[in-house]
């Protein structure tokens, strides 16, 4: 079967498509043909050479979550799966191929109407910005800001919080582009990486000067200072560190 290897850390580029036997399924374990991978943020920091202290070496083959159907298992799981769509966590590795191997407690089915790839875009990301917004204890009518809302889990977040009624979601972006995209999923107003910025929400509406939650996907050394952007008795939660493992493969 292909797969996809780091042959070398850094840019897409080092990434290279190699042969590999069909692996056969363990005791607990699941083979899922794959249709669909998700590529997420930890993906790119682990191409790029970020965790290489914490194992992981040139040659690792990268993907957490796939998207296929179950093709055989192994002792002791039920051979029914056999043959149903399903969504698998694999774990740190493993999911750039075309066979992937899963344990069977990590797997959903797929309902019949949503295709592989929709069901790469709900993932990892929905249940990380589902609980997030739930540890924060996010209530309707809060106002909410997302920083570094332009990936996965913060577009799911921002769609959530829209959802159950937030009073305000403002979002930090890096482009005008992807600050117009999270408009049209719900944000109320776009502000830079720092938070500034008018946030005019097409109404002559500022952006609030205080949020009840913020939701962090960047972290890194700016985190402090979007504390003083709490209103009373507001809540951080940070679910991601990008900006310093960012700042870490750059230095």
Avoid at 20 to 29: E, F, I, N, R
Avoid at 141 to 166: C, P, T, Y
Avoid at 175 to 181: F, I, L
Avoid at 207 to 224: F, N, S
């Amino acid at each position: 079967m292909k797969a996809v290897a780091i042959e070398t850390f850094g840019d897409p580029e080092g990434l290279a498509v190699i042969d590999l036997s069909v692996p056969a399924p363990d005791a607990g374990q699941v083979l899922v043909g794959v249709e669909a991978v998700g590529v997420g943020g930890v993906d790119v920091l682990i191409r790029r050479g970020a965790f290489a202290a914490y194992g992981f070496k040139e040659g690792h083959i990268p993907g957490n979550e796939v998207a296929g159907t179950v093709t055989a298992v192994g002792a002791g799981v039920d051979p029914s799966w056999v043959g149903r769509r399903v969504w698998a966590f694999t774990g740190a590795h493993g999911g750039y191929v075309e066979q992937a191997i899963a344990p069977v407690e990590k797997i959903s089915p797929l309902p019949a109407g949503l295709s592989a790839v929709d069901a790469m875009a709900l993932g990892n990301s929905g249940p990380v910005a589902h609980f997030a917004l739930d540890r924060a204890r996010f209530a309707p009518g809060e106002s909410v800001l997302v920083r570094g809302a332009a990936g996965s889990i913060g577009i799911m977040a921002v769609q959530l919080a829209a959802r159950v009624g937030a009073g305000a979601v403002a979002v930090t972006t890096s482009s005008a582009e992807r600050g117009e995209r999270l408009r049209e999923l719900g944000a109320t107003h776009v502000l830079d990486r720092s938070g500034e910025g008018g946030g005019d929400d097409g109404d002559g509406v500022g952006a609030p000067a205080g949020y009840d939650v913020i939701i962090d996907i960047v972290a890194g050394a700016d985190l402090p200072s979007f504390f003083d952007r709490l209103n009373p008795n507001g809540r951080v939660v940070a679910v991601g560190v990008v900006g310093a493992c960012l700042r870490r493969t750059s230095a």
